[in-house]
């Protein structure tokens, strides 16, 4: 997909589940549940064992009916072979210059990671095409986002960490470009019980919670 389409359809959906699971098959598992639950995106984390395994196999299973993304993606390398292996976005904690400026090469979406205002307007100014507030819940919530959209209205924003059902509406009506959501949304328990339909049945809860938010 497109660049230009990739971002449109983050901004339309404002809905990123995050997979980071301990196992392959576990974030094949919990893919295919979040499929089951609407999810239009899907961003499998490096911290997941075979991560690169892991895109190949939905690339190929879903090819474009899910738009894939790389997440923890803290050097070139890594950002390199997320895009070889078919991830049309890269996502990081942090923000790496040069993981900026590759993505900016290769013609893909990168939301790299920040705290302060400073951070965010400096990922912005490097080229990030939205800016992951991490860790949301940690540094003020929606408040948070509220307050720094005030000086910087025209950065997108999308907070991760902490962001829960209750919050995932208070989030968007702060001015949240979208959200990424993982642990309140990929719950251990059920993905230790194999009871993939609880995740499922918590991707529709989220993605009805961010619609009647707009």
Known sequence: MEKQKVADLIRAERFIPVV??????????????LKAGGARLIEVTFTVRGAL???RE????????????????????SAHDALLAGAEFLVSPVLDMDVVRFAKESNRVVIPGAMTPTEILNAWRAGAD?????????LGGPEYIKSVRGPLPDIPLVPT???DLKSAALYIKAGATALGIGGELVDKKAVAEKKFDRISKSTKAFIKAIREAK
């Open 161 to 163: 960490g902490g962001v």
């Open 53 to 55: 395994e892991v895109i």
């Open 130 to 138: 939205m800016v992951k507030v991490f860790p949301a819940g940690r």
């Open 20 to 33: 980071r699971v301990a196992t392959t098959q576990e974030a094949l598992d919990v893919a295919d549940a």
């Open 58 to 77: 939905l690339r190929q299973k879903f090819e474009d009916e899910i738009v894939l993304g790389a997440g923890t993606v803290l050097n070139t390398e």
